[in-house]
C-alpha cells in the first residue's frame, strides 16, 4: 500500500478524532485517520465517509485483494517469530450493531489469513456455566497465544452494551466495568498483546435496508433473528452505551477505532489496513536460524 500513501487526505469529519490529520500524509493513515480521541463524538462520525481512502468501490475492492498477500506475510512472521520464543500476539476486537458487517469481516479480512495462525471466538448469551464467573472470565480463556491473531467477534463490550441497555445487573455493577475492562486491557499490552478494537459503525437507515435484504432473500433468512428488531427499538440507547464505551476506554495504549461501515467495501479495508498497520509497527522479522545454516547444507549435499 505504500504507493497509496501519498494520494492519503486526513478526513477529520468532525467527530473529534485525533487533530491534524488534513491532508497530511502519514505511514499510518487509517490509524490516524480512525482512532478515537479526546473528545469523540460518535454521532458526529457519517456512516457513509471513507476516511483515509479517495477511491471508490471497485479501487476499494483492488486494494483490499492488493493487500492480502503483505497481511499473509506479516502473519507467517509473527507466528514465526512465537517459534523463535516471541511473546507478540494480536487481538482485534469487533464490535458493532445488528447487520454492521462483523461477517463480512472474518470472511473477507480474517478469512484471508493463514487459517493456522487465527483463533476467532464469537461471543454470544453466556452459558449457565459463564454466567458462574466474572464477565471477564470467558474473554481470558479465549485470548490468543503467543505468535496468533485472536479475533474476538464480539467481546467483553457487551457487558457494558447489551447489558447495559437492557439492565441485565444492576447500574453500579456495570458502571464499574469501565474501569475493570481499562486495568484488564493495559495487562494485556503490557503482556505483549496488540489490542486492535474496532466498533463497526451504521446508520439506522442502512441497517433497515440491511433487515429488510434479510427478510425479502430466502437464502439469507438463516441471519434474519427476530430479536433484532428488538434491539433496533433501542438504537438510541445503544448509541450512548457505545458513546460511553469509546470515551471511557480509549487511553493512548488501547484506543477504539471506529470505523464508518455503512459502504461494507470500505469497512473491510479500513479494517485490514488498520490491522495491517499495526502489524508493520511491530518490527517484525524472519528469525535467525538457531542451526548452523552452512553445516546443514554440507551434511545434505553428502546424503
Ligand atoms: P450474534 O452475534 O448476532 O450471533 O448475536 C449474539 C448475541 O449475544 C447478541 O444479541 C449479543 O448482544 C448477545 N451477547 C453477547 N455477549 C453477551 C453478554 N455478555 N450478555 C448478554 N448478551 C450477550
Ligand atoms: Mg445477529
Redesign the pocket.
Known amino acids: 500500500m505504500a504507493k497509496k500513501k501519498d494520494k492519503v487526505e486526513g478526513t477529520d469529519d468532525g467527530g473529534g478524532r485525533a487533530e491534524g490529520t488534513t491532508a497530511v500524509t502519514t505511514a499510518a493513515p487509517f490509524t490516524d485517520a480512525l482512532r478515537v480521541g479526546e473528545g469523540f463524538v460518535l454521532a458526529g462520525v457519517d456512516p457513509r465517509s471513507t476516511p483515509a481512502f479517495d477511491g471508490d468501490k471497485e479501487a476499494g475492492k483492488a486494494a483490499l485483494a492488493a493487500a492480502d498477500e503483505e497481511l499473509d506475510h506479516l502473519q507467517e512472521q509473527l507466528f514465526a517469530m512465537s517459534r523463535a520464543g516471541g511473546s507478540r500476539r494480536v487481538l482485534l476486537v469487533i464490535q458493532g450493531m ?1 447487520t454492521s458487517g ?1 461477517g463480512g469481516i472474518m470472511r473477507h479480512v480474517v478469512g484471508s489469513v493463514d487459517p493456522q495462525g487465527v483463533e476467532l471466538t ?5 452459558t449457565a456455566e459463564e454466567r458462574r464467573h466474572p ?1 471477564l472470565w470467558r474473554i481470558r480463556r479465549a485470548l490468543p497465544g503467543p505468535g496468533m491473531i485472536g479475533v474476538f ?2 467481546s467483553h463490550y ?2 457494558v ?3 447495559r441497555v437492557h439492565d ?1 445487573v444492576p447500574p453500579a455493577q456495570w458502571k464499574r466495568r469501565y474501569g475493570t475492562i481499562n486495568t484488564f486491557e493495559k495487562g494485556l499490552v503490557e503482556d505483549d498483546v496488540t489490542l486492535v478494537k474496532v466498533m463497526l459503525h451504521i446508520s439506522p437507515d442502512e441497517q433497515k435496508a440491511r433487515l429488510q435484504e434479510r427478510l425479502d432473500r430466502p437464502d439469507k433468512h438463516w441471519k434474519y ?1 427476530p ?1 433484532d428488531l428488538d ?1 433496533r427499538a433501542r438504537w438510541d440507547d445503544y448509541q450512548e452505551a457505545y458513546q460511553a464505551l469509546l470515551e471511557r476506554c480509549s487511553p493512548e495504549h488501547a484506543p477504539w477505532y471506529v470505523v464508518p461501515a455503512d459502504r461494507k467495501w470500505y469497512a473491510r479495508l479500513a479494517v485490514q489496513q488498520l490491522l495491517l498497520e499495526h502489524l508493520r509497527g511491530l518490527d517484525l522479522r524472519w528469525p535467525a536460524a538457531d542451526f548452523d545454516v552452512e553445516g546443514e547444507k554440507e551434511r545434505l549435499t553428502g546424503l
Do not use: I, M, T
Open positions: 445488528d462483523k464469537a461471543f454470544k448469551q453466556p464477565f467477534d464480539r457487551e457487558d452494551l447489551v447489558v441485565l433473528n430479536g434491539e
